[in-house]
């Protein structure tokens, strides 16, 4: 299935105690898929707090959208590791479930791997992999430049794209300059997906889409019409409640977001803190302003 347009990466819902909440999980998916009309899922993201999941529960994650969604979009699955080997092992054991792709990050541990391992990383995973992959690119002090991610697209068989995170809008316009016709390349920069979309990405995965999936896949729908009134206006409504999410604690701020609306998410898993007041009166602030309904 193509991959494009509004892709959410999915928040994973936890009860009290940490455990998997399938049932809301699958409650979810169906919202994102027959309410708001979203084009694709992604499972086990940062959003989805994916580093906290054992790879048992990234399965069951994984394939309980799946499950829901019964075709009607695809599903990427995120790997967030800190090895080669681990990403190989987690690989192989989604290798037979029917997803779309992998969304994979660099290394997040402290110690940067060169440009050339680097390449080596992601170039020994999709060898190995069953599913393509997709470059995650995150993480601070392993992030790839425009040039090694224009490489890897290019050199790299089964390396389909990249999602360009971190919140800087000039990399990616650098990145879709040079690469746009090397790969997808998805906008995670959350403040400013309306420029991402005119600039051309093929799409997005990033929190926001998350918390207003309507407003999203309308933002999506207007810049392809180049109705930019009107995506202008959707931006403006978009821009405070990503002001209000994003924090150190950000799947936590979705998840009270979520559940505002009344689309229960659960809790964070520990160490992460839950919204604090402040951030819950911001939160709900935005969504009113926007015109989101709440339960």
């Known amino acids: 299935m193509k991959i494009h ?8 819902p936890f009860t009290p105690d940490g455990s998997l909440d399938e049932a809301a999980l699958r409650a979810e998916v169906r919202y994102l898929i027959e309410d708001a009309g979203v084009h694709g899922l992604a499972v086990g993201g940062s959003t989805g707090e994916g580093q906290t999941l054992s790879t048992e529960e990234l399965r069951t994650v994984v394939g309980s959208a799946l499950e829901v969604a019964a075709g009607r979009v695809p599903i990427i699955a995120g790997i967030i590791v800190d090895s080669t080997r681990q990403a190989v092992e987690k690989a192989r054991a989604l290798a037979d479930l029917d997803v779309t792709a992998l969304q994979v990050t660099p290394v997040h541990y402290l110690f940067r791997p060169t440009d050339e391992m680097m390449f080596r990383h992601f170039a020994t995973l999709a060898e190995e992999a069953a599913h393509p992959v997709m470059i995650y690119n995150v993480v601070p002090w392993t992030y790839c430049s425009p040039a090694l991610l224009d490489r890897m697209m290019r050199e790299i068989d089964g390396l389909i794209g990249v999602k360009q995170s971190a919140g800087d809008l000039k990399l990616l316009a650098d ?3 040079t690469s746009a016709d090397a790969g997808l390349i998805m906008s995670a920069v959350d403040a400013l997906l309306y420029p991402s979309f005119s600039l051309g990405a093929h799409g997005a995965i990033a929190a926001i889409l998350s918390t207003a999936p309507e407003l999203c896949v309308a933002l999506w729908d207007q810049v392809r019409a180049d109705d930019h009134e009107s995506a202008l206006s959707t931006h403006l409504k978009l821009l405070p409640i990503w002001n209000a999410i ?4 950000l799947p936590a701020n979705v998840k009270t977001a979520l559940a505002m609306q009344g689309r229960p998410a659960g809790c964070a898993r520990m160490p992460m803190p839950g919204s604090s007041p402040e951030q819950r009166d911001a939160i709900r602030s935005a969504l009113i302003a926007a015109g989101i309904p709440l339960a």
């Open 5 to 12: 347009g509004i892709v959410p990466p999915m928040a994973t």
């Open 175 to 177: 990145l879709l300059m």
């Open 246 to 249: 994003m924090d150190d604690n």
